[in-house]
């Protein structure tokens, strides 16, 4: 049974920052593609963030390019965004989520090509 459980959010002020961790489980360590999204109220879930587990191959949004960094620590089938100079724009819900048959990064990101999902973790970003 895939599961994903992500932790590590909450509140930061602009420019700050904060690492995101996603916990997968039940599907091979270096299978599949890891994809972070985020949800702001009112708006579409936004993909934000994606990682190839066979090739390493990673994409970002033109959002947060430059700013964001997704790694992964297949020791302990973990999967990380570290999220820097944050702004209120990034104030969101974040979502872990998981293809596991796809093999290259997937890019653009589409809710529809992901499998599985995590139940999300709350990033604010305030004075």
């Known amino acids: 049974q895939v599961q994903l459980v992500e932790s590590g959010g909450g509140s930061v002020q602009p420019g700050g920052s904060l690492t995101l961790s996603c916990s997968a489980s039940?599907?091979?360590?270096?299978?599949?593609?890891i994809g972070w999204f985020r949800q702001a109220p009112g708006k579409d879930r936004e993909g934000v963030s994606c990682v190839s587990r066979t090739s390493g191959d990673t994409y970002y949004s033109d959002s947060v390019k430059g700013r964001f960094t997704i790694s992964t620590d297949s020791t302990r089938n973990m999967v990380y965004l570290t999220m820097n100079s944050l702004q209120p724009d990034d104030e969101a819900t974040y979502y872990c989520a998981a293809n596991t048959k796809q093999i290259a990064v997937i890019q653009p990101m589409f809710t529809y090509e992901f499998d599985y999902w995590g139940q999300g973790t709350q990033v604010i970003v305030s004075e």
């Open positions: 039940g599907f091979p360590l270096d299978h599949g593609a």
